[in-house]
Protein backbone atom coordinates (compact mmCIF):
# COMPACT_ATOMS: atom_id res chain seq x y z
CA UNK A 1 0.00 0.00 0.00
CA UNK A 2 1.11 3.80 -0.77
CA UNK A 3 0.07 6.71 0.37
CA UNK A 4 -0.65 9.70 -2.30
CA UNK A 5 -0.75 13.32 -1.67
CA UNK A 6 -4.62 14.21 -1.86
CA UNK A 7 -4.26 17.25 -3.94
CA UNK A 8 -2.21 14.96 -6.43
CA UNK A 9 -5.77 12.71 -7.03
CA UNK A 10 -8.05 16.04 -7.21
CA UNK A 11 -8.86 17.14 -3.71
CA UNK A 12 -8.79 20.57 -3.41
CA UNK A 13 -7.11 20.88 -0.65
CA UNK A 14 -3.66 23.12 -1.69
CA UNK A 15 -2.96 26.47 -0.11
CA UNK A 16 -4.96 27.66 -2.82
CA UNK A 17 -8.29 25.82 -2.88
CA UNK A 18 -7.13 23.80 -5.83
CA UNK A 19 -5.71 20.67 -6.88
CA UNK A 20 -2.70 19.23 -9.44
CA UNK A 21 -4.44 16.46 -10.60
CA UNK A 22 -2.41 13.44 -11.95
CA UNK A 23 -4.77 10.92 -13.68
CA UNK A 24 -2.10 8.06 -13.26
CA UNK A 25 -2.32 8.27 -9.32
CA UNK A 26 -6.53 8.91 -9.39
CA UNK A 27 -6.06 5.13 -10.96
CA UNK A 28 -3.84 3.94 -8.60
CA UNK A 29 -6.48 5.12 -5.68
CA UNK A 30 -8.52 3.96 -7.80
CA UNK A 31 -7.54 0.12 -7.71
CA UNK A 32 -7.26 0.57 -4.11
CA UNK A 33 -3.18 0.34 -4.06
CA UNK A 34 -3.21 4.21 -2.75
CA UNK A 35 -4.57 6.16 -0.04
CA UNK A 36 -4.86 9.99 -0.35
CA UNK A 37 -3.85 12.30 2.84
CA UNK A 38 -3.39 15.79 2.84
CA UNK A 39 -0.87 16.43 6.52
CA UNK A 40 -2.15 20.09 6.19
CA UNK A 41 -5.92 19.19 6.17
CA UNK A 42 -4.73 16.52 9.13
CA UNK A 43 -3.08 19.26 11.29
CA UNK A 44 -5.93 21.51 11.92
CA UNK A 45 -5.07 24.11 8.97
CA UNK A 46 -8.24 25.51 6.93
CA UNK A 47 -8.43 25.24 3.08
CA UNK A 48 -7.54 27.88 1.45
CA UNK A 49 -4.77 29.31 3.52
CA UNK A 50 -1.98 31.25 3.82
CA UNK A 51 1.00 29.65 1.63
CA UNK A 52 3.93 28.64 4.04
CA UNK A 53 7.46 27.23 3.88
CA UNK A 54 10.19 26.09 6.27
CA UNK A 55 12.83 28.18 7.83
CA UNK A 56 15.05 27.39 10.03
CA UNK A 57 13.19 24.35 11.36
CA UNK A 58 10.03 26.31 11.98
CA UNK A 59 7.79 26.68 9.33
CA UNK A 60 6.27 30.05 8.71
CA UNK A 61 3.15 31.50 6.83
CA UNK A 62 3.74 34.19 4.30
CA UNK A 63 1.77 36.26 6.81
CA UNK A 64 4.43 35.32 9.70
CA UNK A 65 2.78 33.51 11.05
CA UNK A 66 4.61 30.09 13.16
CA UNK A 67 2.28 26.94 11.91
CA UNK A 68 4.87 24.43 12.86
CA UNK A 69 2.88 23.06 15.74
CA UNK A 70 -0.08 22.70 12.73
CA UNK A 71 2.41 20.70 10.46
CA UNK A 72 3.70 18.78 13.34
CA UNK A 73 0.53 17.40 13.85
CA UNK A 74 -0.08 17.07 10.12
CA UNK A 75 2.65 14.99 9.56
CA UNK A 76 2.02 12.55 13.32
CA UNK A 77 -1.73 11.89 11.42
CA UNK A 78 -0.30 11.06 8.17
CA UNK A 79 2.12 8.48 10.26
CA UNK A 80 -0.52 6.98 11.79
CA UNK A 81 -2.80 6.59 8.82
CA UNK A 82 0.83 5.18 6.99
CA UNK A 83 1.18 2.52 9.90
CA UNK A 84 -2.21 1.73 9.91
CA UNK A 85 -3.03 0.70 5.95
CA UNK A 86 0.96 -0.59 6.30
CA UNK A 87 1.86 1.65 3.91
CA UNK A 88 5.79 1.13 2.54
CA UNK A 89 5.99 4.31 0.00
CA UNK A 90 4.58 7.79 0.25
CA UNK A 91 4.40 9.49 -3.43
CA UNK A 92 3.89 13.13 -2.46
CA UNK A 93 3.74 16.81 -3.71
CA UNK A 94 7.66 18.01 -4.94
CA UNK A 95 8.33 20.92 -2.91
CA UNK A 96 5.32 21.37 -0.36
CA UNK A 97 6.23 22.14 3.18
CA UNK A 98 4.76 19.46 4.41
CA UNK A 99 5.11 17.05 1.46
CA UNK A 100 8.25 17.99 -0.49
CA UNK A 101 10.82 15.27 -0.77
CA UNK A 102 14.88 16.44 -1.53
CA UNK A 103 13.72 19.97 -1.89
CA UNK A 104 12.30 22.27 -0.74
CA UNK A 105 11.55 26.36 -0.69
CA UNK A 106 13.54 28.08 1.40
CA UNK A 107 11.55 30.27 3.34
CA UNK A 108 11.71 33.73 1.91
CA UNK A 109 8.82 33.19 -0.81
CA UNK A 110 11.13 34.06 -3.53
CA UNK A 111 10.15 30.70 -5.50
CA UNK A 112 14.26 29.68 -4.46
CA UNK A 113 14.95 25.93 -3.88
CA UNK A 114 17.07 24.17 -1.50
CA UNK A 115 18.09 20.86 -0.45
CA UNK A 116 15.70 19.64 2.07
CA UNK A 117 12.19 17.51 2.88
CA UNK A 118 8.93 18.58 3.93
CA UNK A 119 7.86 18.22 7.65
CA UNK A 120 5.89 15.04 6.82
CA UNK A 121 8.55 13.42 3.78
CA UNK A 122 10.88 13.70 6.85
CA UNK A 123 9.14 12.22 9.27
CA UNK A 124 7.70 8.93 6.76
CA UNK A 125 11.25 8.17 5.94
CA UNK A 126 12.48 8.46 9.24
CA UNK A 127 10.16 5.31 10.26
CA UNK A 128 10.90 3.55 6.98
CA UNK A 129 8.97 5.16 4.58
CA UNK A 130 10.00 5.27 0.72
CA UNK A 131 8.88 8.79 0.34
CA UNK A 132 8.78 10.20 -3.70
CA UNK A 133 7.84 13.12 -5.57
CA UNK A 134 5.19 12.76 -8.53
CA UNK A 135 8.10 14.71 -10.36
CA UNK A 136 10.70 11.98 -9.42
CA UNK A 137 8.56 8.68 -10.61
CA UNK A 138 7.08 11.14 -13.91
CA UNK A 139 3.91 11.12 -13.68
FE1 LIG B 1 -1.08 18.61 -1.20
FE2 LIG B 1 0.49 17.85 0.78
FE3 LIG B 1 -0.11 20.39 0.49
FE4 LIG B 1 -1.97 18.72 1.30
S1 LIG B 1 -0.14 19.23 2.39
S2 LIG B 1 -2.20 20.27 -0.26
S3 LIG B 1 -1.45 16.88 0.18
S4 LIG B 1 1.06 19.14 -0.94
Redesign the pocket.
Known sequence: MKLV????VGIN???DGKSRICPKLVEMVKRGEAIP?????LGGLPTPRIPSEQKNDRVINKNGEDVTEQFNK?AEETLNIAQMVGATEAI??AR?P??GANKVYDGTFTHTIVDGDGV?AKLLKTHGIKVKTEEEIGV
Request: aromatic share 6%; hydrophobic share 25%; with cysteine.
Open positions: SACLCKYVCPEIGLKSSCT
